[in-house]
């Protein structure tokens, strides 16, 4: 279940196209992640998002990630991180290897 609160929402239903615009703020609490930026446009036919202005995302672990655009394929799980001109897309995140667990707390 994903929440989406901004200024406007419109959605094309013909493209399946769904656009949120002005102080965008969408709340994925299965994965425990919140991102706000301008504006979000979600293509359904293909489970791509794309974020833009001032995109910033955290989950609930501190990771974060902040750009100008993001693009995330739902599907495959992945996404590109644009930054704005003439600087640099920051992210904040807990390497791990797949399958692999975090430390027990206190220990390294």
Partial sequence: MVTIESD???ADN?????TATG???IVYADRGMTATSRQAQYFSREGRLVLTGDVDVIDRDGQRLRAERL???LDSERMLAEP???????S?????QE???AP?????
């Fill in 104 to 108: 027990a707390a206190g220990k390294p």
């Fill in 71 to 73: 693009v995330y394929l």
């Fill in 14 to 18: 013909k493209n399946g196209i769904v």
């Fill in 84 to 90: 704005p001109a003439g600087r640099q897309v920051f």
């Fill in 92 to 96: 904040k995140f807990r390497l791990q």
């Fill in 99 to 101: 399958g692999s667990r």
């Fill in 8 to 10: 406007v929402q419109q």
């Fill in 23 to 25: 102080n965008v703020r």
